[in-house]
């Protein structure tokens, strides 16, 4: 693991923007998140027979609408056959992220069991009013709940514990340096607009998902792409860790312009690499949003201060 820090910890007291960011997240994280139930966990639709049951049902429907018609079905759908059952689990699962179908999932007319098919009409009712009252949901950002609101609330909401802390390492480490480098002001405009970028991303890779996005990765993002682009240093400090055995961590100094191939290629080959519709629950059109945001803010820096050319 390595990662930047060209910062001192020990002088903290310069950096009170980037503090206030880490606490703020932390707070919220607290106040709203920790230890809100997951009432949706034991859905009858999420489970193995009701994902099976729902990737059939979402079959019959993509297999009926032309793709030039409503809108183009995913590039993996025609390998789906109707008797896989892995595979209709697979295809229920997206078809409970597809805002298109669940909202007239109901009235479609499907073949088979009535009973069953009535069964799973009521099911996906109740699935989606306890999805709409989840806390992620709410402040969280989706193409199936665009409120204004939710572009700003989106970047300090945390799934869980982990997601929380490995984000904030990042914002700690690289907001230290971004405040040292512009200030406090710089700082939070970067950090605000890079995450307002990185959900527009996120919604143009997910058109008519309803999984929303949670997490401050597109404005940290912003930052290190920012970083990158506005530090002139030829080299900067990082740190890193193979083992706790001496000589496997600490610092190093490094090119600045290592960050891209770190962080921001890795985003990239990442989103390349995951099929349509089927993401691992990182946003990574998210990170590659604030990035690009980061790096126009950085040119428009460097044009300003008439910095001297990039060194890598």
């Known amino acids: 693991m390595i990662l930047p820090c060209p910062e001192d910890f020990r002088s903290y007291t310069r950096y009170p923007l980037t503090i206030t960011l880490v606490v703020l997240n932390v707070f919220i994280f607290l106040l709203i998140f920790s230890g809100a139930p997951n009432s949706i966990s034991s859905a009858p639709l999420l489970q193995k027979e009701g994902l099976t049951l729902t990737g059939r049902l979402y079959y019959q429907y993509l297999q009926a609408i032309p793709a030039d018609l409503l809108y183009e079905k995913p590039a993996w759908v025609h390998e789906v056959t109707s008797n896989n059952t892995e595979q209709l689990g697979i295809l229920g699962a997206y078809a409970l992220r597809d805002a298109r179908y669940l909202a007239t999932a109901e009235t479609w007319p499907y073949k088979g069991d009535e009973v069953q098919i009535n069964q799973w009409r009521t099911d996906i009712q109740q699935f989606r009013k ?3 009252e989840q ?9 199936y709940e665009k409120g204004v609101l939710s572009w700003v609330t989106y970047q300090f909401s945390h799934s869980n514990w982990i997601h929380l802390l490995s984000n904030l390492a990042f914002l700690a480490l690289i907001g230290l340096a971004v405040e040292g480098l512009v200030g406090s002001g710089p700082l939070l405009f970067i950090y605000l607009v890079g995450g307002v970028a990185g959900g527009a991303g996120f919604l143009f890779s997910e058109a008519h998902g309803t999984v929303p996005m949670v997490g401050a990765s597109a404005s ?12 002139t240093r030829t080299r900067i400090r990082y740190l890193f860790f193979a083992s706790p055995m001496p000589g496997h961590y600490g610092p190093i100094y490094l090119p600045t312009l290592l960050i891209i191939p770190l962080f921001l290629v890795v985003d990239l080959a990442n989103y390349w690499a995951t099929p349509e519709g089927l993401g691992g629950g990182v946003a990574y059109a ?4 604030g990035s690009l945001l980061g790096v126009l803010v950085g040119l428009v820096y460097r044009w300003k201060s008439q910095a001297g050319p990039l060194y890598c």
């Open 220 to 231: 940290i993002s912003a930052l290190l792409a920012f970083y990158c682009v506005a530090e």
């Open 135 to 143: 806390l992620l949901f709410r402040f969280g950002l989706s193409s």
């Open 286 to 289: 998210a990170h590659l949003g």
């Open 130 to 132: 306890k999805y709409q």
